[in-house]
């Protein structure tokens, strides 16, 4: 249809269709859109970028929500077994093309709860978890549906229904003229053909062959290895600008680029980086949560212990071979008046063998044990010391039991001072 002209002065101009959001306010969808970027990793507007600035802004939060209420109000949920799938015809368009694809999300456990896939194997009550979604030739979500195990194959048909029937707002209800169902759902197509072959035409159906199934992996592989040298050039140039504005004692500059950096790196661990850029990825994390934890340590106005001792827990979490996230997280309690917490986080990171020589670790430890006077320097003090926080504390006895590596060997440096 020719677009329809006004007339101003002597000019004629183009009147723009409306956008349709599927009900929703033309105006504040719009406006909602241009305030969010695309994601600079992949270059579109990705989920979490959506959420991260839903989160940021919880005023735009509750008037998307009030609109969404509206809506749904007046739009009963769509019976998807007596819908009328034909009257959908007038919707195909030529050469429109949908895919329904199922990949891997991961694991989670009993509670539903993310699990490092690591551990995943060792631990029980864990299942994997799956994402079943369909995406048109433009690149739209119509429908996304999570499961916990693989879907069953009623599942795989409500979910390709509600593609057609009922998508993802600003989506309409249509059919595409081609639907190509992923190799991955092989098992389940003797349960959706009737459904497919029952649709009217010009619709087309058909499913994925092994060869399109290995050329759009490795596509999306080289697109996905784009993204993450990209993701870790930002996330570490990010983390730079952190440790400048630290530097400076700009608090508020340090913790959004910290942030930034971190921001990134989840874009980059979605990506699904090969080994070596995971691990980079992982460590970058860390160092960025524990450098975000020690801004907020730093004494003054913005100054906020609980936020440190949960960047110092998630550094720990991501890496747990990181000895600094212990030190941030025994720095925050400590001023938080847990002198006994603030301990049990340095023993708990000497205990670990690939930390237990961590110089800077011990050095914490000493300073926690003596008010940060260090080893009394006279052989009678020192000895009564050691009485103290190894024997007659039995709180300090029970942390410190059987205690090696860099801490030992500092006592017992100490001791021989007074045998030579």
């Known amino acids: 249809m020719a677009p329809k002209t006004v007339k101003r002065g002597k000019r004629n101009e183009k009147k723009e269709d409306p956008v349709d959001f599927g009900g929703l306010d033309p105006n504040m969808m719009l406006s909602l859109m241009r305030k969010i970027p695309p994601n600079a990793v992949t270059g579109r507007v990705e989920l979490m970028d959506i959420v991260k600035y839903m989160e940021e802004n919880p005023s735009e939060m509750e008037q998307l929500m009030n609109e969404v209420d509206k809506h749904e109000i007046g739009s009963p949920k769509v019976d998807l077994e007596i819908y009328n799938y034909s009257a959908l015809a007038r919707t195909i368009k030529a050469d429109a093309e949908w895919v329904i694809q199922l990949e891997s999300m991961g694991f989670v456990d009993g509670s539903g709860n993310p699990v490092d896939p690591d551990g995943a194997h060792s631990s029980t009550g864990v299942q994997p978890t799956f994402i079943l979604y369909c995406y048109d030739d433009t690149g739209a979500y119509r429908i996304t549906h999570e499961c916990i195990g693989l879907p069953d194959s009623k599942t795989v048909l409500q979910t390709i229904q509600r593609a057609i029937a009922e998508p993802c707002l600003p989506l309409k209800p249509g059919l595409p003229s081609h639907l190509l169902i992923s190799v991955k759902l092989t098992p389940h197509i003797a349960a959706i053909k ?19 199934a290995e050329g759009v992996h490795e596509g999306v592989h080289a697109l996905n290895q784009q993204g993450v040298q990209t993701g870790l050039v930002l996330a570490e140039k990010a983390k730079t600008a952190g440790n400048k504005a630290f530097s400076q004692k700009d608090r508020r500059s340090a913790i959004k680029a910290y942030s930034e950096a971190l921001s990134h790196l989840v874009d980059v661990l979605s990506q699904k980086p090969n080994d070596e850029d995971e691990k980079k990825a992982i460590n970058l994390r860390a160092i960025c949560f524990a450098n975000r934890a020690a801004t907020y340590l730093v004494p003054g106005d913005g100054m ?7 960047d110092g827990k998630a550094a720990e979490a991501i890496n747990p071979s990181y000895a600094k996230a212990y030190i941030r997280q025994s720095t925050a309690l400590q001023r938080l008046g847990k002198m006994d917490d603030a301990q049990d986080a340095i023993v708990r990171a000497l205990r670990r063998k690939d930390l237990e020589n961590d110089a800077g670790l011990v050095d914490c430890l000493v300073d926690l044990l003596t008010a940060g006077q260090g080893f009394p320097e006279d052989e009678g003090r020192f000895k009564n010391w050691m009485l103290d926080v190894l024997i007659n504390n039995r709180k300090s006895a029970e942390r410190l039991n059987g205690l090696g590596g860099e801490w030992r060997r500092r006592c017992d440096a100490q001791f021989s001072k007074y045998t030579r």
């Open 194 to 212: 009737p459904f497919l072959d029952s649709l009217p035409a010009p619709f087309r159906w058909r499913l994925e062959t092994r060869q399109e």
């Open 304 to 310: 906020n212990l609980k936020k440190a001792l949960e």
